[in-house]
């Protein structure tokens, strides 16, 4: 079954500074879907990229970029110059393609500080 | 900009009553779910659906039901609602297999 993990529970930046955020999946189908999701205090959940299992490219927009690994099972989402605006939970899930149910991380919650 | 809709917002409702929590979406997406969240945590999957007539339950158990009668609306019963329902409710669609979901503002629901 398709498994999810975001170690870091939350993470506390003062302005300016880069943080990365880890993801780390299971999977046994070769097809798959990773995605990342932001949650701000508003509540809604804002998509923010999608990487299929057959490109490993890395992917920058902005002051946000991902890196994906297949040797090492980690989609990682690094956001360069924090600003008080990135405060939120952010997710990580994976969707299998024989598998209509997209799986969500526990979530991790950045604090950007002035 | 995501077309998913749901209602009502906010609900604070006593023990033993019967909720409904609304979604509805413009899209067309065959694909439809419902996530339980308590605020800032894990996503729970409660249910989901395929299409029209086609409702099935997720990895966490829930005494809610659904029902998908048209393409566009997808809502969620709980026929006697108990403090452990308290939590936020979210609804979702997705147009294909490799598709991003869609997510409405969320319901969160209060039962006293």
């Known amino acids: 079954a398709q498994k999810v993990t975001q170690a870091q529970t939350e993470i506390s930046v003062v302005e300016k500074e880069d943080v990365t955020l880890d993801c780390v999946y299971e999977?046994?189908?070769?097809?798959?879907?990773l995605f990342w999701y932001k949650q701000p205090p508003s509540g809604e959940l804002v998509f923010l990229i999608r990487?299929?299992?057959?490109?490993?490219q890395n992917e920058i927009s902005g002051r946000y970029s991902w890196n994906f690994q297949k040797s090492t099972s980690s989609f990682n989402f690094t956001i360069t110059a924090s600003q008080v605006v990135d405060s939120a939970v952010y997710f990580c899930a994976l969707s299998e393609y024989n598998n209509n149910d997209m799986r969500f991380g526990a979530g991790t919650r950045l604090t950007v500080k002035p | 900009e995501a077309d998913i809709y749901q209602t009502p917002r906010y609900l604070v409702i006593g023990t033993g009553k019967k909720i409904t929590l609304e979604c509805s979406q413009t899209?067309?997406?065959?694909?439809m779910y419902w996530y339980q969240q308590d605020p800032g945590m894990e996503l729970h999957l409660i249910h989901y659906s395929y299409g029209v007539n086609s409702t099935e339950k997720g990895d966490l158990s829930s005494e809610s039901t659904v029902s998908r009668i048209r393409t566009e609306h997808f809502p969620l019963t709980l026929e006697s609602a108990r403090p452990s329902h308290t939590s936020q409710y979210l609804c979702?669609?997705?147009?294909?297999?490799?598709?991003?979901?869609?997510f409405g503002e969320g319901s969160r629901l209060t039962v006293l």
């Open positions: 999977t046994r189908d070769t097809t798959y879907y």
């Open positions: 990487r299929n299992s057959f490109d490993e």
């Open positions: 979702a669609s997705s147009g294909t297999n490799t598709g991003e979901l869609f």
């Open positions: 899209m067309g997406h065959d694909k």
